[in-house]
């Protein structure tokens, strides 16, 4: 259970100096002493707050979730029932969150809390983002089968654009965000022109097409 000083939210302030120790030093470079002596209190204090190391990472995970969840919120508020359009520009907002918060993608991070690396899956924003993707297919009758096939597509390129970006890989001249929505309209124009032919098999009664 956090506690609270008099004026002052502790919990909350330890929750972001980790966060920002996370994002400078990895996994690898967190220390829980660091982020204590940032925020003026004593080397005991990350861990007596959160009942424990999994209690701190618990709660920087439910924190950076509530955060990316309020920007997809923000994105469905402006898009509406358009879920292709919401689709796509939350899965850029994931990419771009990702890349601020490379240690995500560190195994290490969901081990400590007893999760498998897949563990963002069961984020609420996470959740959100991929429900628009399958609320358009399902608009479309798409099957199951082949809508997972092309979001197993999306998550691949969700990781990967993060992966290239954090290590520094990218061609120099590159335009990383046009060529992430490139790539995300491909996949898409190919799910599309996949049903177009399965839709038109079907009304011609080549069942082997």
């Not at 302030?13 to 660091?34: C, D, P, T, W």
């Not at 990702?98 to 498998?116: G, V």
């Amino acid at each position: 259970m956090i506690m609270k000083e008099t004026g002052r939210d502790l919990g909350a302030e330890l929750i972001r100096e980790a966060v920002s120790q996370l994002q400078k030093n990895g996994m690898e470079g967190f220390s829980a002493r660091a982020v204590a002596e940032a925020c003026g209190v004593s080397c005991a204090a990350p861990f007596k707050h959160f009942d424990g190391r999994r209690g701190l990472f618990l709660a920087i995970s439910q924190y950076l979730d509530d955060m990316l969840f309020k920007s997809m919120e923000e994105i469905e508020a402006k898009v509406g029932r358009d879920y292709k359009k919401a689709h796509l520009e939350m899965n850029m907002v994931f990419i771009q969150f990702l890349c601020r918060n490379p240690f995500l993608i560190n195994e290490s991070f969901w081990n400590t809390i007893d999760e498998r690396q897949a563990g963002i899956r069961k984020w609420n924003s996470f959740r959100k983002m991929a429900s628009r993707f399958f609320l358009y297919c399902q608009e479309r009758e798409i099957p199951k089968k082949v809508y997972k096939t092309y979001y197993f597509n999306f998550q691949t390129l969700a990781y990967g654009a993060a992966f290239v970006t954090i290590n520094g890989l990218l061609l120099e001249g590159g335009d990383p965000v046009a060529d992430i929505q490139d790539l995300q309209e491909r996949i898409y124009r190919n799910l599309e022109q996949t049903m177009s032919l399965v839709q038109h098999c079907v009304n011609n009664g080549e069942l082997n097409c």
